[in-house]
Each structure stands twice: as C-alpha cells, then as structure tokens.
C-alpha cells in the first residue's frame, strides 16, 4: 500500500465499531425480545454489512474493488481445509447417534458412585467430548442425563452443571475433531497436533484444580437412593437398551479415532474414517437401512421417540426426555451450515479489513500501547472476551482476534501456537459462561439450567484465562519462532 493511499487509526477503527455496534444491539434485541434482530443469520448479515462498509472506506483513500475482492477471496481459500473439517464434524455427529455409540456412552455413564459424583462427573463428560470433538454433543447426551442424577442425589444443579461445562469445554478444547480447535489453529497458521500439545501446559494444570476443587465439594454428598435408581436403571439404561444394541464393541470406533489422532494421521482423514466406520457399525448392530444412514449424514437421525406410560408418569423425568430428544435427534451436515457460513462471513470481513489496511493499522497501534509480552497476551484475551461478550458467539470470538493478532505475535518473534492457545484459552472457554452468548444459551437450555446458576461452579472455565495469564506473566512455556 502506497503513502497516499495509507487509512489512519480512526477510519480503521470505524469498521469494527460499528460491529460491535450492531452486534450489542442485537444481543440486546435478542435478550428482551426473545428473537433475534434479522432472523437466524443475523451474525451472518451484520458481518457481510460491515465488510460492505469496510470496503467503501477502502475505496475512499484509493484502494480498488478489485483488490478488496482478491484479498478476500484469499481469505476463504486460506480455511478451506477447516471448512471440510466442520463439515465431517456435522457427519460424525449425526452417523454416531444412528449407530449407538454416543447412546452407549450416556448408557455406560449412567451408573455413577453418589459419593464421587462431581468429580466423575468432569471426568466422564470430558472423555465424551474428547471423543466427540464437541461440547454441544456432550451437553445433549451425558450431561442432561449427569443433571438429572445429580438432582436426585441432592445436588445443585447449577454445580452439576457446572462440571458438565469444565469437562465438556476440556474436551472442546484439546480433541482434534473439535470445531474451535481445529479453527483456532487454523486461523492462527499453526499445525493442529501442535497447537493440541502445546494447549496442554495450561490446559492439564487448569483441570486437575478443577478436579481438586470438584472433589472437596462432592464430600459429604447425600443420595436418594431410590429416586436416583428408576433414573439410573429403569429409563436411562431402559429406555436406550430398548432402542438400541449397546455393548463396549462399539467404543471400537471413538477409540480408533484416538490412537489415529495419537498418531497424528490428518484430521480430515480421521474424521472420514470415523464417519465410515460409524455408518458400518449402524448397519451391522443397529439394522440400520443405508438410507437411513444416508439421511443421518445428511440431515442427521431422525429416530422415533416413543415412552412408555411408566415413564410418562414421573414427573422427576422431564428434563431428561427433553434431551432424550435431542439424543435421538439433531446432527448431520446440515447442522454446520450456520457455523460455516458464519466462518465464511467473518473471512469476507477479515478480507475487507486486510486490503484495506485496517487490521495492520490497528494491530501496530496495539503493538505500540503493548510495551511487553504480557501486555499482548492480556490484549488478546481482553478482545476474546470482549467479542464474546458484543457479538454473543464464540467463533467470532476465535475468528476476529486471532486474524487481527496473527503479525503482532509474528513481530514479537512469538509462533504461532501461543497465539491459538490464548484464543483457546479465552475464546472458547468463556463463551458459555454468558447468558446471551449462543453457547451460553444453548448449554443452559438443554441443560435446564439458567448460566448465572452455573457460571461460578464451571471452574475449568472461570480458571483457563488466569492460568494463560500466569504462564505470560512468568514467561513460561512461551515458544519462538526459530531462526532458521
């Protein structure tokens, strides 16, 4: 970019604001009218909006359409690779519930002791998502059920909860299946295994304190043995040995994906092969018909739900039928659709924002105002937070910092994985610990548990970016990038 044609900081800066804008308004407008502003895709509008601005302001001090174009097009080439990612995600979902895995999991998870409940809990959920790569998947099988045997052993549903979040976003964080670690590791330019390895120095500490923290409150935990035994027994185990053949040789699939992830095979290739062997387990145990199977790729299952009269009359069970639902329905690829056209609207952004020269003007004024290493970690965190807080989604939250501090870690002489863990650290973690964030709301509606009940017990959460914080602060475990 010529001198004549250089934008200043305010003009940068006018862009974004009017993002933010936009987007408190409509989380605003969402929270007081129960619907959002403009419909399902709002997010997805606003952003499209603002890159239209963008590119005026561009125009303005001489930069061409064409160009503008050129660079976001580059964008969207740039997360091709996340893009068919999510899209296997969207297939994995729906091709494990058709062929019982995941029902095996809330099946096998169901029998829990009452005294180490809690920190079982954290423990189970976090297996599942580690396996299933999502925290919304764990939320609407395990963790609905989890909620429900722990009201019938006494416990608060907002510190249940709570567990179900700290170990659910465990497993969103560190699988490589997940969505938000394959796109933070994606957008920051480093390589997934390595992004997943280098998360474990804040990532293992954060939970064994989350652990620690879980079992001294589970001590002294009261049951209600019989309550807690028509859960466990009658309808969890019931009611899913009904419907589907459950045995331990279906875990044969989530722990094939695991050793492939351990030997660093690509994701899309673990992923598809997961997708594969799902559908062959759904023909062989589940008398799946290959439409059928087809359809949960596609669409997701659609399976019946029907329960018996003994079921209908326990009122205690509500809740868990709901997610019963859910377990028996939702996934597929078409369930991606929003996140990838959202991912894909937050590129044309960043694309309009990168050609015009308004992410480099910001970042370098950031650089100048970030006179250390901590202050550009906390600087990161700050805008993860921030942007989950205005513009109510996590992804954003992924998507917009790490493409806006990508070259101020490079200048630092930072790589690239200390960027995507802070993300991590900040972005993903706290997005459902806020009420009108979408994973805030999603997480507390499948749950039947309000966020401010669950909030202060989701401790992996709350902890994640103060331990990011101190390993900057104290410089600890801060990679390089190497001279060579």
């Not at 023909?283 to 209908?312: H, R």
Request: aromatic content about 12%.
């Amino acid at each position: 970019m010529s001198s004549s044609n250089q934008i200043t900081l305010s003009k940068s800066l006018l862009p974004v604001n009017l993002l933010i804008f936009l987007l408190t308004f409509s989380g605003a407008y969402s929270y007081f009218y129960q619907s959002s502003f403009l419909g399902e895709y709002t997010f997805h509008i606003i952003l499209l909006f603002c890159a239209i601005f963008a590119s005026v302001i561009g125009k303005s001090i001489g930069i061409s359409f064409k160009i503008i174009i050129k660079a976001i097009i580059n964008n969207i080439k740039n997360i091709g690779l996340a893009i068919a990612i999510l899209i296997l995600v969207g297939a994995l979902s729906g091709t494990w519930k058709i062929s019982g895995i995941i029902p095996a999991m809330v099946y096998y998870g169901a029998d829990i002791p009452t005294n180490i409940f809690l920190p079982l809990t954290l423990i189970i959920t976090a297996l599942v998502s580690l396996t299933a790569g999502s925290s919304y998947i764990t939320s609407a099988t395990i963790g609905i059920a989890l909620v429900a045997i722990g009201s019938a052993f006494n416990i608060n549903s907002g510190i249940t909860a709570g567990a179900v979040i700290s170990g659910a976003y465990f497993g969103d964080k560190m699988s490589p299946l997940s969505d938000t670690t394959n796109l933070a590791s994606a957008i920051s330019g480093t390589n997934l295994y390595t992004h997943i390895k280098y998360m474990m120095f804040t990532t293992f500490p954060t939970f064994f304190l989350t652990f620690i923290i879980f079992s001294i409150i589970g001590v002294g935990i009261e049951s209600n043995v019989e309550v807690s035994e028509i859960i466990q027994k009658k309808f969890i185990r019931g009611k899913l040995s009904e419907d589907f053949y459950l045995s331990p040789v279906l875990f044969i699939v989530p722990v094939s994906i695991l050793i492939l992830a351990v030997l660093k095979v690509k994701p899309i290739i673990t992923l598809f092969f997961g997708v594969i062997l799902a559908c062959l387990f759904a023909f062989l145990f589940q008398d799946a018909q290959i439409i059928d199977i087809l359809k949960s790729i596609i669409y997701g299952p659609s399976l019946p739900v029907e329960f018996s009269e003994q079921y209908d009359k326990i009122e205690s069970l509500n809740e868990l039928k709901k997610g019963f639902i859910k377990l028996y329905d939702e996934g597929g690829i078409v369930s991606m659709f929003w996140v990838i056209s959202l991912t894909i609207s937050a590129m044309v952004f960043g694309g309009s924002m990168d050609a015009i020269g308004a992410l480099k003007c910001i970042t370098n004024y950031l650089l100048k105002k970030a006179k250390s290493i901590f202050g550009l970690f906390s600087s990161t965190l700050i805008s993860c937070i921030g942007i989950n807080i205005t513009a109510s989604d996590q992804y954003l939250s992924i998507i917009l910092p790490g493409k806006m501090f990508k070259n101020a870690y490079n200048k630092r002489g930072l790589s690239p994985e200390n960027l995507s863990r802070t993300l991590e650290d900040s972005g993903t973690v706290t997005s459902p610990l806020i009420p009108w964030n979408s994973c805030g709301a999603y997480h507390s509606g499948v749950l039947g548990v309000p966020t401010v009940e669950y909030m202060l017990y989701s401790f992996f959460n709350l902890i994640s970016p103060i331990m990011t914080l101190l390993f900057a602060y104290f410089k600890i475990k801060l990679k390089r990038i190497s001279k060579s």
